[in-house]
């Protein structure tokens, strides 16, 4: 997801950290979802304010940019993993 963040100064810009101060909208990544968002009026009265020249083109390229594959963040690991991580710590009954 794509964070637009209205600053508490006014200005609209497209939030890649994530932890810009202000009033925050998501829209997907996707091309189709930006187009949406931005011509159907919905992006900026999220933000409560109209939007301004150049946004649309910013966040066509934070979406081109976020395209990159990400490492999950959760990993799987089987049963057997788990049954022998548990044996090495003390108060294990190994039940």
Known sequence: MLRVVRTPAGDMKV???GK???RGAYVCPEPDCIER???GGRLAGALERPLPDGLLDALREAASRDATPRTPVVRRISLRQVQEAGRGEPGNTGR
């Open 15 to 17: 939030d890649a950290t």
């Open 20 to 22: 810009l101060a202000g």
């Open 37 to 39: 968002a931005v011509h």
